[in-house]
């Protein structure tokens, strides 16, 4: 990451969202930045598309899901699986176009595209001789 595009919003203390949760599990995350845009990558097995909830506010990018496990009807032989709340949030540079964050959820993975304003992007200035 160049300079500081991302910053975790964690610094040790608790932000206002996280305290109001209780108890929560920080989804593992990967990021890359690329010239275009920043790529997030959050680890959320066993949670479903529509309970995912990312907000993108005044510089702070927001993940919270939720996975709930259904017992099966005969109950479980044994299980290491529980429910609960993902919490994740950062700082992200302005030379985010928020209009254009995409999300999609494929097999437990969260891939986040937030693609940087154009005037954000490098330009590459042609030369000419006088």
Do not use: W
Not at 35 to 49: R, S, T
Not at 59 to 82: D, I, M, Q
Not at 91 to 97: A, E, N, T
């Amino acid at each position: 990451m160049s300079n500081t595009q991302v910053q975790k919003a964690d610094t040790g203390e608790l932000t206002a969202a996280e305290a109001d949760r209780g108890f929560i599990q920080t989804p593992r995350v990967d990021i890359i930045e690329t010239e275009q845009e920043l790529m997030v990558f959050a680890d959320l097995p066993g949670v479903k598309q529509d309970a995912v909830d990312i907000r993108f506010e005044r510089g702070e990018l927001t993940l919270h899901a939720r996975r709930t496990v259904e017992t099966p009807s005969g109950g479980f032989a044994h299980s290491e699986f529980s429910g609960g709340d993902y919490f994740r949030s950062f700082r992200v540079s302005d030379r985010i176009d928020a209009s254009k964050i995409t999300a999609e959820l494929k097999h437990g993975v969260l891939a986040l595209k937030l693609p940087k304003v154009e005037a954000a992007k490098p330009q590459r200035i042609a030369v000419t001789c006088a």
